[in-house]
């Protein structure tokens, strides 16, 4: 089964000069996690979280009205592209130890996004998703000590045996 089959077409994003503010709002009124960062020719630029917002923009007494979310926005995010295989992109998601995974086309523009719960309603991944569930919670219960290096995030498919 192909990401294309599964992932979501109607994704709320929000442009990187867009204020913090404005991304938690979004977030709320759409009762999601997270938004893609997308700049006006479509092309997925970053990604930011509830959690982006408070740990880079409140925590620290910065203005959210003020405060731009390509200033709070994790970039070079884990994408997958719409003819990647399901499997493929389960275990990615595990790799890279997320829930959401942009759904990019070969030009970079945001097509749509693949959630954990889109691969469970598929049926056919049950061991890869249990894997990327374990591996996503074990990171929650045990976060990676300050100044661990972050490792690169990787496309579906792509050769890690280089790096």
């Known amino acids: 089964m192909k990401v294309s089959q599964l992932m979501s ?17 979004l977030l709320s009124r759409h009762n999601v996690g997270s938004l893609p960062v997308c700049g006006g020719d479509g092309r997925l630029r970053g990604m930011v979280t509830d959690r982006d917002i408070v740990l880079r923009c409140v925590a620290p007494e910065e203005d959210p009205a003020q405060t731009p979310v390509r200033d709070i926005m994790t970039r070079n995010c884990t994408t997958a592209d719409p003819e990647d295989d399901a499997q493929d992109a389960a275990r990615l998601m595990a ?22 719960a889109d691969l469970a309603r598929s049926g056919r991944l ?17 976060p990676a000590p300050h100044g661990k290096p972050v490792q ?4 579906a498919g792509e050769d890690t045996s280089r790096r």
């Open 95 to 116: 790799q890279a130890q997320v829930r959401r995974l942009p759904v990019t086309n070969r030009e970079g523009k945001l097509v749509g996004v693949v959630t954990l």
């Open 9 to 25: 077409t109607s994704v709320v994003t929000i442009a990187p000069e867009e204020s913090a503010a404005l991304a938690a709002r």
């Open 126 to 142: 049950e061991a890869e998703l249990s894997q990327a569930l374990a591996e996503i919670s074990d990171n929650i219960r045990r």
């Open 152 to 155: 690169p995030r990787l496309r």
